[in-house]
């Protein structure tokens, strides 16, 4: 069973800074791809950030030279380094795993990953 447990999410000030983590387990692909949503209510999830088995990176438009994905495979755990925040970063953030390349735009449409964390929450004030 696939289990994906986000930490990491606070409050901070405008153009400062947070690392969320993504503890995984369960999943045993050759070709994974582990990504980054967010999601604000009432609007449509939206990717962030996604790394795949052999190293590739891929970014939203809104989050590149900002944000830096990366794993640890050993521990089986993914970061989200956030650096520069901004009000507008401000959502619930989810991590999932799927399979294939994490180059966008496919890497980051939400149907491609089949498994989810229950997130956690950004709050970035101004």
């Known amino acids: 069973q696939v289990q994906l447990v986000e930490s990491g999410g606070g409050s901070v000030q405008a153009g400062g800074s947070l690392r969320l983590s993504c503890a995984t387990s369960g999943y045993n692909y050759d070709n994974y791809c582990v990504a980054w949503f967010r999601q604000t209510p009432g609007e449509e999830r939206e990717g962030v950030a996604a790394?795949?088995?052999?190293?590739?990176?891929g970014y939203a438009e809104s989050v590149k030279g900002r944000f830096t994905i990366s794993e640890d495979s050993a521990k089986k755990t993914l970061y989200l380094q956030m650096d520069s925040l901004k009000p507008e970063d401000t959502a619930m953030y989810y991590c999932a795993v799927g399979k294939g390349s994490a180059r966008p735009p496919f890497a980051l449409y939400d149907f491609r990953y089949s498994d989810w964390g229950q997130g956690t929450q950004v709050t970035v004030s101004s």
């Open positions: 790394i795949d088995s052999g190293g590739t990176t």
